[in-house]
């Protein structure tokens, strides 16, 4: 997506050989035209898929999965990393381990939101080792239900998150898929 492809090259900023700062329109500002032009891209590409419902993991897949799910008409859920003081116990759970923030998390699903017959897209704005999409597909399957596909928005594609995700069957989709950064550049595939 040639948008996106621009924006991360004239606003990102390239910490070092493996991470990216795109906080200035995607993980802490957002940018709303920005988002809308990518859920329809995600709308786009999924457009032959029967899709029900639209998961991703708080907080940065939020915006662009609204979108998605605005376009689409189709319920969007986000998988909480905290359990909170109101959740009950009927819940999907699994842990995922984050590659920017060094850390695991349990994510929760409340089980009322995901049936066996939904065909869930899964949406998230980074792919790295594959560690939260995978974990969100973990969740897809304890319900019985169909992951019809993964959207991501950004791809470092030097890293074996996409590999993963495919070798294991799913089709995946991501709107900016990098090579690798070099001298403060972004080099996309």
Known sequence: MD??????QSD????????????????????P???????????????GESITKILTIESSGIAVSV??????????????????VI??????????????????????????FLQEDDHVLILDDFLANGEAATGLASIVEQANAKVTGIGIVIEKS????????????YRVESLARIASFSNGQVNFL
């Open 3 to 8: 948008l996106l492809k621009k924006r991360i």
């Open 12 to 31: 990102g900023q390239v910490l070092n050989d493996s991470l990216l700062k795109v906080d200035s329109f995607l993980n802490q500002q957002i940018d």
């Open 33 to 47: 035209q920005l988002m809308l032009k990518m859920g329809e891209e995600f709308a786009k590409r999924f457009s």
């Open 67 to 84: 979108m998605a799910g605005l376009i689409l008409n189709v319920p969007v859920i986000f998988a909480r990393k905290k359990k909170s």
């Open 87 to 112: 959740s009950n116990d009927a819940l999907y759970c699994t842990t995922v381990y984050s590659f920017t923030k060094r850390e695991s998390n349990n994510i929760i699903v409340s089980k009322k």
């Open 158 to 169: 030097f890293q074996p998150g996409a590999q993963k995700l495919l070798q294991a069957g």
